[in-house]
């Protein structure tokens, strides 16, 4: 029989629950005062696409080496390491808020992008020891697909919060209580992923040096259509679809409100994305998983469309949040094939090459959303990119057989 809370019986899966919900609270706290803060010093859209930008460049130059790391080190070790520098970025944040600090009088938005660009590095090295320390917590292979709705669930969750948090905090109490906030809870998550047993790395039968270990893990992207067509449905349809980052100019001269608005717009989505993988953990997809993924894709690129010709805000709350259901199913579909197919000595690599492909996708398409809303304006640069979504399901769909064909376990009931 079906157990929806059985990864949550695990100790060391509580205490990983808890570290990634005060993470991803942190950064979506952060990631709102950041928008509304550049935006409100520059007045310009392709701000916040740079901010996308100076964290997604950092972040794919170093994710190969990253995914090599993450195999050849102790994988708690890393995590450790690279929360303590964000710990520092959010600290820093923080500084250039008081009163004592004229930084931002002295140089503009330019100290801001300097932390996310040093927080894009640490990114780089967080995504590959996570993915791949998550299933060693795990360790039954039955387990994924339960285990990875947990963990999608709880980073959906609060990236629910976050945004409202944030925007509540930045609206009611100003820009240094929200960046203590995030702050806090940094530390929060430093201490959770500190009581996490050690695990060993998993053994290796073939063992190569750094330069051989990447190529490797690349061939083994590249050689298997249903993981490269999975990960690029995303990166296109993210990089295309990524409204999100234009949201504080929807907020602000669309909608005519202020950043509370602007944390609820944000937290839609994610409440869309929480409701549907709370029904996936009592009904996991199993059957037709592929077709299911590429409706549910082509479904977000119509949610983007409509949601830039809006004009009534629960009209475009409502239209967020029912994208980010259809992204629900695309993200479980993708982790579990991915984890259920890569071998386990190998996930770091292999998480490196699906971050540079999805992992920065948001930050990139952020960027690709303040540029195009330069040059076309707001509104049709995101109706422009929900089209170029729909375009990229109708080309996998035609391109990728195995990926329209796939089943996931067919012993489980089907949705």
């Not at 004229?102 to 996570?130: E, H, K």
Request: charged letters at 10%.
């Amino acid at each position: 029989m079906h157990d929806p809370y059985a990864v949550l019986r695990i100790r060391d899966f509580r205490l990983y629950i808890v570290a990634r919900l005060s993470i991803t609270l942190a950064m979506q706290i952060q990631a709102v005062v950041v928008g509304w803060q550049i935006y409100d010093i520059t007045k310009d859209p392709l701000s916040l696409g740079l901010i996308g930008l100076a964290e997604a460049l950092p972040s794919i130059v170093v994710s190969l080496y990253a995914g090599y790391i993450a195999d050849v080190v102790e994988r708690k070790k890393i995590i450790i390491l690279v929360i303590t520098l964000l710990a520092i970025c959010s600290a820093a944040l923080l500084y250039f808020t008081l009163n004592v600090s004229r930084v931002l009088t002295d140089f503009g938005a330019l100290p801001i992008y300097g932390v996310i660009f040093l927080s894009g590095i640490a990114r780089g090295f967080m995504g590959p020891a996570v993915f791949s320390f998550m299933p060693q917590l795990v360790a039954n292979k039955q387990l994924y697909a339960n285990a990875i709705t947990w963990s999608s669930t709880t980073w959906q969750a609060a990236s629910l919060a976050g945004p409202a948090i944030g925007g509540l905090i930045y609206g009611f109490y100003g820009v240094t209580a929200a960046y203590a906030t995030d702050a806090a809870l940094v530390v929060l998550s430093l201490a959770a992923f500190s009581f996490i047993k050690n695990r060993p790395l998993p053994e290796n039968a073939n063992p190569q040096n750094m330069l051989d270990s990447l190529k490797s893990g690349i061939r083994f992207v590249f050689s298997n259509q249903i993981i490269l067509s999975a990960i690029s449905l995303d990166l296109f349809a993210v990089l295309f679809g990524g409204a999100v980052a234009l949201l504080p100019v929807f907020a602000a001269d669309i909608l005519d409100m202020g950043p509370q608005a602007l944390g609820f717009m944000r937290a839609a989505p994610a409440l869309g994305f929480v409701l549907m993988a709370v029904i996936m953990a009592y009904r996991p997809i199993s059957v037709n998983a592929g077709k299911k993924m590429l409706w549910c894709v082509a479904g977000f690129g119509v949610c983007i469309v409509l949601f830039g010709l809006s004009r009534n805000f629960w009209l475009s709350m409502g239209l967020l949040a029912l994208s980010g259901a259809f992204d629900s199913i695309s993200v479980i579909i993708r982790s579990t094939l991915i984890h259920t197919l890569t071998p386990e000595y190998m996930k770091g690599r292999v998480s490196s090459v699906n971050n540079i492909f999805v992992g920065s996708s948001n930050e990139i398409g952020a960027f690709e959303s303040g540029f195009t809303a330069r040059l076309m304006g707001t509104v049709p640069a995101v109706v422009f990119g929900g089209m170029m979504t729909l375009v990229v399901v109708g080309i996998t769909a035609l391109k990728a057989d195995k990926l329209r064909t796939l089943d996931l376990n067919p012993a489980q009931e089907a949705v």
